[in-house]
């Protein structure tokens, strides 16, 4: 009995500190963006993120990623999507989407394009050459 006693008496003093304890997520940098959670200001995308998640890169920093790549003739950005265009014969081209994805173009009769690749190549879009 004594020891219970004794160990609430000893729960009630440390309760009654003046020292608060910080919540976990409680703090928020000037932008919104909350460090503990993992979470830093991306100004190429205008908002939080956490860098092992997402990359914090422009569309044209990861365009000119592919500059570098073996076999690559050129690389443009339509919208939000990456144009690769190989310098193989016949190797067509590689669209990346904003959602990931990606369809390769190979160079193919009419009849032989695939639905995907039709549609894409159809959008009316002016592209930037990046490399």
Known sequence: MK??????????LVGCTNETVPLVGGDRDEHGCIPSAGYSWCEAKQKCIRIWEEPCETLQEKAAKFCEDENVDSVYICG???????????????????????????????DYISEECKQIMAEECEEEQVC
Do not use: N
Not at 3 to 12: D, M, N, P, R, T
């Open 3 to 12: 020891k219970i006693l004794s160990f609430l008496v000893l729960l009630f």
């Open 80 to 110: 939000e999507r990456i144009h690769v265009v190989s310098s193989l014969l016949g190797g067509g081209s590689t669209y990346y989407l904003a959602d990931g994805s990606q369809v390769s173009c190979p160079v193919v009769g009419p």
